[in-house]
């Protein structure tokens, strides 16, 4: 039974340079779980505790059916309510949606078969561009990374259509601060 990897099936999608570089997305689905509050908070730790046992839970369905995948890297959109100052805005101000990519083996059925939490929900997103760039190091000094994907949408005379996303490449349990590897990404119109 071979393992389907998105990692290595959809290459562009977790891998970036650099410098901002524009993507083309394919549809894709996810399973996800929405919240609000600062990530070190126990809501925001239970959320990721909640989707990772559901992406387990579909990962074992798919075992009995002779079809396996490799759990993909966790992502989470950041946005706030109003503007966009991150740096200003007290922490348990923050919006946020932890999601996890599923192959396309993964069936909305699958996800209605599999035991999870209600806070955890399927979606399916259509085809799009956007803007990304690999940040190396913290989280709070992401910024310049951020600055280099607003440079390239304003070249390029585009807007940003949608919320800061976060791809963890790194583990943050494992990795040091410094060395944490992060796709930024940005939806684009």
């Not at 940040?135 to 280099?148: D, M």
Request: with cysteine; net charge positive.
């Amino acid at each position: 039974m071979n393992k389907i990897d998105l990692k290595k099936t959809d290459k562009p999608y977790y891998t970036a340079a650099k410098n901002a570089q524009i993507i083309e997305l394919q549809p894709a689905q996810y399973i996800s779980v929405t919240g609000k509050g600062d990530p070190e908070n126990e809501p925001f730790q239970r959320a990721i505790e909640q989707v990772y046992k559901t992406a387990y839970g579909l990962k074992r369905i798919k075992k009995t059916e002779d079809s396996d995948f490799v759990v993909p890297k966790m992502e989470c959109f950041w946005w706030l309510d109003v503007g966009h100052d991150f740096v200003h805005t007290p922490r348990d101000l923050w919006n946020w949606k932890i999601r996890i990519r599923m192959p396309d083996i993964v069936t909305k059925n699958d996800f209605g078969n599999t035991e999870k939490e209600d806070s955890v929900a399927w979606e399916s997103i259509a085809a799009s561009q956007a803007i990304q760039v690999l940040h190396l190091g913290p989280y709070e000094a992401e910024q310049p990374s951020v600055e280099k994907i607003l440079k390239k949408a304003e070249e390029l005379k585009m807007k940003i259509a949608g919320h800061h996303l976060e791809i963890y490449i790194s583990d943050p349990r494992k990795t040091p601060k410094e060395k944490l590897k992060t796709i930024l990404r940005y939806q684009v119109a």
